[in-house]
Every structure is written in structure tokens, then in C-alpha cells.
């Protein structure tokens, strides 16, 4: 009796302990920053698809950023200190944790390298830390200031204003050409000179979690362009990881997606699995990507960030 007793006893105690758990709060708020040809919702659709719901329940407060659809990663950068500074003015908290996809991660490196005192935290998501193969072959394949360079780039820009324009950010500007240059590997690897935090030493090597400027670094990515039959959008992401020779997730290496202290870069998910999309469609055989940005939210507030 005094055996079951205890067994209950422990029972209690154990699903109180959970619960004070769940109901820990992030110290500081996460600001969420899409990459290229993104958004922070379209038609209704939110770019980091369910990710929000998911840091509230693990007692996060989320923004999403409206940053340029289409520019280099500087200007979208300066675009997102903006807005942290007023997420710092309407929550009273003097940091935020930055969560990056794609170019975003560029994005978010740059307000931490600018504004260390504003930034606790950066997480790249299929981040172009080291740039991407597939930019450097459009790059490559058009001549500078051809016809051809100037008609592709209108059609680009095209595109980012009519994204900019469904998802109510219609006068934010936009340069698909200076995008496409600070994703090749050279516009990388002058990016990287100019804000080296969390940037390992090595390519597919680690870095350092917490850097000099006090900001802490994490990421995590996929090496699988291919994931679910049902995805209309993996049939062209295999299509396009083909101009790599080495495992990627449809537009970026797994390795060039290497920041900080590196969670993982071999989930079997492709480049929009990373941020749930399309609308929750992914891998029936690996983790739910809400799970990582679910663990990664517990992992913050074990470092009281």
C-alpha cells in the first residue's frame, strides 16, 4: 500500500513538474525572418507554416518580420533592426531571438553583427552561410548587363512585387540581381568577412554557440530535396539540387548551412519542410519540423534566453 502510495505521490509530482515546464515563458521574444521570395503571410498562408502557435505554446512571444522579398541581405538587415527596435518598445525586453530561413539567416547575422546588444540569440534555418551552388550557376549562366540579365532580373522583380503586394508590404523595394549576388558563394564569403560571427572555421565544421559579441548561434537543415510524393513543390526542388555534388536540400548544401553550434544538417527534409511548408506536407519517416522549432524553443529557455 505504502508502495503504491509513493508510486502516486511521484505520479503528481512528476506531471506538476511537467506542467510548470510547459508554462515556462521565454525570457525575450522571437522575431521570425523569411528568406528570398518570401513572406510573413500570403493569401492567408503563413510562410513559417504553424511555426508561431507552436513558440507560443512553449511560451514564446512571436513577431514575424516584413523584410524586402527581394534584396541583399544589408538592406533587409537594416529593415529588420527597425522592427526589433520597436519589438524592444513594445515588450520592454532589451534582446530578441532571431530565427532565420534561407537568405533570412543572412539577414538575422547582420542585425546580430550590427546590433549585438539588441540580439540573444541567432538560429539559422537552410541558412546560405556558405552560399549555394544553384545561385552560382544562374549567376554564371547570364552576362552582366546583357539583355538577357536586365529582362530575367525584370521578371524576378516582377515577382517579389507581386509577392510584396499580396502579403501588404507593396512599396518595400526590391533587387532580385543583388539578391542573387549575396546568395553565390562569393557574395557569401564577402559577407562572411564583414559580419564573421558564428561562421565556423571550416566548411561543414562547427562554430562557436556563444560568439564574442555575447549572441548566441545555432542552426539546423535537411540534405533531402525529395521527400513526399504528395509535395507539388519537391518535383522541382529535385530537379534543381541535381547542379550539386554533395547531399543539399534542394537549393542549399547541407554543409553551407553550417552556423554556430549545428543542431543538425541531415533531416530528411527539403527546403520549405524546414519551415513546414507546403502547409504541413513533409517526410513520413523523420521528425516533424514543428518539433525541431518546438525543442529548439526548450533549448532557449534552458539558457534563459
Known amino acids: 500500500m505504502k508502495k503504491i502510495a509513493l508510486t502516486i505521490l511521484l505520479g503528481i509530482m512528476s506531471l506538476f513538474a511537467h506542467m510548470a515546464h510547459s508554462n515556462d515563458k521565454l525570457e525575450y521574444p522571437v522575431v521570425l525572418v523569411h528568406g528570398l ?6 493569401l492567408g498562408v503563413d510562410y513559417f507554416y504553424r511555426v508561431p502557435s507552436v513558440i507560443e505554446q ?5 513577431y514575424v518580420a516584413e523584410v524586402s522579398s527581394a ?40 542585425a546580430a553583427s550590427v546590433k549585438p546588444q539588441w540580439v540573444a540569440s541567432v538560429t539559422s534555418i537552410g541558412g546560405v552561410n556558405w552560399g549555394s551552388r544553384f545561385a ?7 552576362d552582366r548587363d546583357s539583355f538577357s540579365e536586365q529582362f530575367l532580373a525584370s521578371l524576378a522583380n516582377a515577382l517579389a512585387g507581386l509577392i510584396d503586394l499580396l502579403s501588404g508590404k507593396a512599396t518595400a523595394p526590391k533587387d532580385a540581381l543583388q539578391a542573387l549576388d549575396a546568395l553565390t558563394t562569393e557574395g ?3 559577407f562572411n568577412q564583414k559580419y564573421p560571427e558564428g561562421v565556423p572555421a571550416t566548411y561543414c565544421g562547427q562554430g562557436r554557440m556563444r560568439d564574442d ?23 522541382p526542388l529535385a ?26 544538417n541531415q533531416f530528411k527534409m527539403n527546403h520549405l519542410d524546414q519551415v513546414n511548408q507546403t502547409i504541413g506536407i513533409h517526410h513520413l519517416f523523420e521528425t516533424d519540423p514543428l518539433t525541431l522549432y518546438r525543442q529548439h524553443v526548450r533549448r532557449l529557455k534552458g539558457l534563459n534566453l
Open 37 to 42: 521570395f518570401g513572406f510573413d503571410n500570403l
Open 71 to 110: 534584396h541583399n541581405s544589408e538592406l533587409r538587415g537594416e529593415q529588420l533592426l527597425e522592427q526589433i527596435a520597436l519589438v524592444r518598445a513594445l515588450t520592454g525586453k532589451d534582446k530578441v531571438n532571431l530565427i532565420g530561413h534561407s537568405q533570412g539567416a543572412q539577414t538575422i547575422r547582420y
Open 239 to 264: 530537379l534543381i539540387s541535381q547542379v550539386f555534388d554533395e547531399a543539399n536540400d534542394g537549393l542549399v548544401s547541407a554543409c553551407s548551412s553550417n552556423l554556430g553550434y549545428v543542431i543538425g
Open 188 to 190: 557569401t564569403l564577402v
Open 213 to 235: 559579441n555575447g549572441v548566441y548561434y545555432f542552426s539546423w537543415s535537411g540534405n533531402k530535396a525529395w521527400t513526399n510524393v504528395f509535395d507539388p513543390a519537391d518535383s
Open 58 to 62: 512553449e511560451g514564446g512571444t512571436v
Open 136 to 142: 552560382d550557376v544562374v549567376r554564371n549562366g547570364v
